[in-house]
């Protein structure tokens, strides 16, 4: 009788359990893309990426160069909320994509239909080292 009270106390606390949020919606295409302030689209925000980039040590002196693909996720508010690598090149400059992007400023809200939504796109982040810049 004890352990069937016990196990009967221990069903509404399951019952309880905080039920897991829905997905938010995510698009890939919109009306309106994010903006940076006062300088322009995904082209201007891909230029801000390259200025932030701090090239790996070891990648410099090895001369890597290429590029490293980052699936952007921007929300409602602008900030960019995640950033994570699609096609990377080796792991320090996979780090250091990821790392440029997070360091973005916040970002106008990407908008669909005059709405706030969610806004994923894929940005290519270059290294081409100083030596390889210099070849013909």
């Known amino acids: 009788m004890a352990a069937s009270c016990w196990l009967l106390g221990i069903q509404p ?3 309880q359990a905080p039920q897991p949020t829905p997905p938010k919606a995510v698009y890939t ?3 309106h893309p994010p903006q940076l302030a006062g300088k322009g689209g995904v082209p201007a925000i891909s230029a801000a990426v390259q200025q932030q980039l701090a090239y790996p ?3 410099l002196r090895d001369g890597v160069a290429g590029r490293v693909f980052v699936d952007v996720l921007v929300s409602t508010d602008g900030a960019v909320s995640e950033a994570k690598v ?3 090149l080796r792991p320090d400059c996979d ?3 990821v790392a440029a992007v997070q360091r973005l400023p916040r970002l106008s809200p990407p908008r669909m239909n005059g ?3 969610y806004y994923s796109f894929t940005l290519p982040v270059v290294f081409q080292a100083p030596a390889a810049a210099s070849k013909p």
């Open 13 to 15: 606390a399951a019952a």
């Open 29 to 31: 295409y919109i009306d």
């Open 57 to 59: 040590p070891r990648a």
């Open 86 to 88: 699609v096609k990377g």
């Open 95 to 97: 780090s250091a994509a």
């Open 115 to 117: 709405r706030a939504v």
